[in-house]
């Protein structure tokens, strides 16, 4: 199995970090992704209760359906360094 093979088999991918902002690099991501085919999940604390393209954001990712794959994206001033 090559490193990114699995994606081939992942229906259900949670992107969090997806929020309402349009500019955000986790808005575009999902959007990418779900024209793809992908079923996705936005996650975002802040902005949980409101849509993305038609699908609720949730407030954490154990809100939705089981999740297979994460992708999380956060601001620089958030990350280590």
């Known amino acids: 199995m090559s490193d990114i ?3 081939r088999h992942t229906r259900s991918v949670h992107i969090l970090g997806a929020g309402l902002n349009q500019d955000r690099p986790a ?4 959007q990418d992704m779900k024209n ?5 999940v936005p996650v975002h604390p802040r902005d949980a209760g409101n849509t993305i393209e038609g699908l609720p954001i949730v407030p954490h990712p154990w809100a939705s ?13 958030r990350t280590l360094t």
Do not use: I, T
């Not at 808005?27 to 999902?30: K, L, N, Q, V």
């Open 36 to 40: 793809r085919g992908y079923r996705m």
């Open 27 to 30: 808005h575009r991501a999902f």
């Open 65 to 77: 359906d089981r999740p297979e794959l994460f992708v999380m994206f956060l601001s620089p001033e």
């Open 5 to 7: 093979s699995f994606l």
